[in-house]
């Protein structure tokens, strides 16, 4: 059996011997060979042993007495953490392993078929979260084919094609002679390459490679069935190359991130798997059984030309957001009953008379929560003949802002489904027509614009969120304690936590600025105009978790105010909201450690648990006919021959 073991920044493979090999000795026979490898560097100079060995996958720490075959099976890998010229062993820098990923993907039995037509964007968050395995449909590999097989008759003809026997951008009138053409790809792949900064995380690198096979599924790239196979296999294995975030402008598509997703397929830089961790590309490969691809014309290309790192984080922002777009509503009902607001602004009458769809889905949401009849709120009619005339903004308008983030989505989804869906390659191969043909489809123009306006649209929860929040903290706008904590002076409550939600909603006012209102020209001013889009789907994905993290202080506000109302009850369905929020963090009595909390809260929302909590309420009460709870209040007028209603 081998085992490989990293030492430092290298992977040194170590054969061992059934029945002799202890772990002490596979730590000191990988440093033996490590030291060897490095003769004549600094490092040989140095003097290292190493501490301990923790397999790759878990971490788990190895007993050294142990025999190698007991505690490890053939071509598993492992850490070896060492120490350096007697310096501490556990210093990060000299042993630990920088690995964000989660080790606890499970290997799914269900396979979702490709077609490059019909890939949904909750679809592609299931493949980016390892529910599926992916196939293509049997249309799909027959595409794949045909386009190849003009690709392959147009070369025999000797005939000039950009990109597959011509240099790139502004090479792109050097002709390149066919014993070279395999290098031309592999040139591109390496070269292009050339991002920096975090590597994508194993959810958005799943999502990446699953939308560049989706793409390649529709036909129009050239790319030959062995290679997109290739890509396949590596997806279902989880063999997920090293792709740094930061180096697309948009145009020509996201060429440095999908370089360094099919440099990885190559057996080139750096690779992860749940088995292995990170280690070098090909041994990953090797591992799992699969070959390092070998480019043929045009299929570097191939793999490199389109928006899918823009698109695909976009998709990750746009499930998200629509997530807590769902659930701003409720937090925000919560907020309205304990600050004693009113329905009345909920009324179906004043929203049929502007009829936008999500304003109206976000009123009906409302009244759904807080209908007087249905859901009696004993906090509600313990200020029924109140002197209030109307409430602030944030609450007697959350229909009308709230509204609009859900018609935002539902309007980014769509061009964000299309393209998930479409061709984005150049040149474009069409079977039917015998031609190759050059064209445009690689610019992010699209997706860049619509994740702008994402960004722009959800921000807006956070920002009604954190004057609600404020609400709820100043008692000039209340009967609450201040910060809502007793002893206040002794206790500060939630003043740092309305502190954080202002930070971070200005925060999201730069991000909110528009990526793709800016242009540089690159390749020597033939790619003149670009979208980047890149930077506004990072853009966007940082605005939506900002609004998540202040609509969690405000749910956690709201259901602290709920303390000093007691006995007085909300909604059976709010109140279904508080004692979730309780199971999960208990309610303040005096000053705590509040940064736990918050992101226990953070999380609630992030996995929908508030939502699903409320959501057969919801659904309860759409199934079943009700007026719209008209009672008497401060907040209308009405003749003395008003109708009546209840």
């Not at 998200?320 to 907020?335: K, N, T, Y």
């Not at 029924?384 to 005339?389: A, E, K, L, P």
Request: aromatic letters at 6%.
């Amino acid at each position: 059996m081998k085992v490989s073991v990293r030492i430092l920044d290298d992977w040194i493979v170590v054969p061992c011997k059934t029945g002799q090999n202890t772990v002490k000795w596979l730590g000191e026979e990988a440093l033996r060979r490590f030291i060897k490898n490095k003769a004549n560097t600094s490092s040989s100079k140095e003097e290292y042993t190493v501490f301990e060995l923790r397999t790759a996958q878990g971490r788990s720490l190895l007993d050294s007495d142990d025999l190698v075959e007991d505690v490890l099976d053939d071509n598993d890998f492992v850490i070896a953490v060492c120490s350096k010229n007697g310096e501490d062993e556990d210093k990060p820098e000299n042993h630990r392993v920088e690995d964000h990923f989660d080790r606890k993907l499970h290997s799914p039995h269900q396979f979702l078929s490709l077609d490059g037509y019909s890939l949904s964007t909750d679809d592609l968050v299931q493949l980016g979260k390892g529910v599926y395995k992916i196939k293509l449909s049997e249309e799909a590999w027959e595409r794949v084919r045909k386009a190849r097989g003009l690709l392959e008759e147009i070369l025999s003809e000797n005939k000039v094609a950009y990109g597959v026997n011509t240099g790139f951008g502004k090479f792109a009138k050097v002709i390149v002679p066919a014993d070279k053409l395999r290098q031309l790809q592999l040139n591109l792949i390496r070269s292009h390459a050339a991002g920096v900064g975090e590597p994508l995380n194993q959810m958005k690198t799943r999502m990446l490679m699953a939308l560049r096979i989706n793409v390649l599924a529709k036909g129009h790239s050239g790319i030959t069935t062995e290679t997109l196979q290739q890509y396949i296999d590596a997806f279902n294995a989880s063999c997920l190359p090293y792709v740094p975030e930061k180096g697309t402008v948009g145009a020509s598509g996201d060429l440095a991130p999908l370089a360094h997703l099919a440099l990885g397929l190559l057996g080139e830089g750096k690779m992860w798997s749940p088995r292995s961790g990170w280690a070098d590309a090909k041994t990953v490969l090797e591992v799992h059984g699969l070959k390092p691809i070998k480019l043929g014309a045009k299929e570097g290309l191939a793999l490199i030309n389109g928006t899918q790192l823009m698109t695909s984080i976009g998709v990750c922002a746009l499930e998200r957001a629509a997530s807590i777009a769902r659930q701003a509503d409720i937090v925000a009902a919560l907020s309205l009953d304990v600050l004693k607001g009113t329905t009345r602004a909920f009324d179906s009458d004043i929203h049929a008379v502007r009829p936008h769809k999500g304003q109206q889905a976000v009123a009906a949401t409302l009244r759904a929560l807080l209908h007087s009849d249905y859901h009696p709120s004993e906090i509600a009619e313990s200020h029924r003949f109140c002197d209030r005339v109307q409430d602030a903004y944030t609450l007697r308008c959350c229909p009308q802002v709230h509204g609009i983030v859900i018609d935002t989505i539902d309007f980014v989804k769509g061009i964000l489904t299309t393209e998930m869906n479409s061709a984005t390659d150049n040149p474009m191969i069409f079977p039917e027509r015998h031609e190759i043909i050059s064209g445009g489809n690689f610019h992010g123009e699209y997706p860049a614009k619509v994740l702008d306006y994402l960004a722009i649209g959800v921000h807006e929860l956070s920002s009604m969120s954190e004057r609600r929040i404020e609400r709820l903290c100043n008692p000039a706008y209340n009967d609450l304690p201040a910060f809502l904590v007793n002893d206040g002076g002794l206790n500060s409550g939630f003043m740092i936590a309305h502190c954080t939600a202002a930070a971070l909603v200005s925060e999201n006012k730069v991000l909110t600025h528009p990526s793709s209102v800016d242009s540089l020209s690159t390749s020597a001013g033939t790619e003149d105009h670009v979208s980047m889009g890149g930077f506004a789907a990072r853009k966007a994905l940082t605005v939506v978790e900002h609004v998540e993290q202040v609509i969690a202080i405000e749910l956690l506000a709201a259901c602290q105010a709920m303390e000093f109302l007691r006995p007085l009850k909300t909604t059976r369905p709010l109140e279904a909201v508080h004692q979730l929020v309780r199971n999960h963090v208990k309610a303040w009595d005096k000053d705590r450690y509040m940064a736990e909390d918050i992101e226990i809260a953070t999380k609630l929302l992030r996995d929908e648990k508030i939502w699903t909590t409320v959501k057969p309420y919801i659904d309860d009460y759409k199934g079943e006919t009700h007026a719209d709870s008209r009672v008497n209040s401060p907040t209308s007028s009405s003749s003395a021959k008003r109708m009546k209603f209840e």
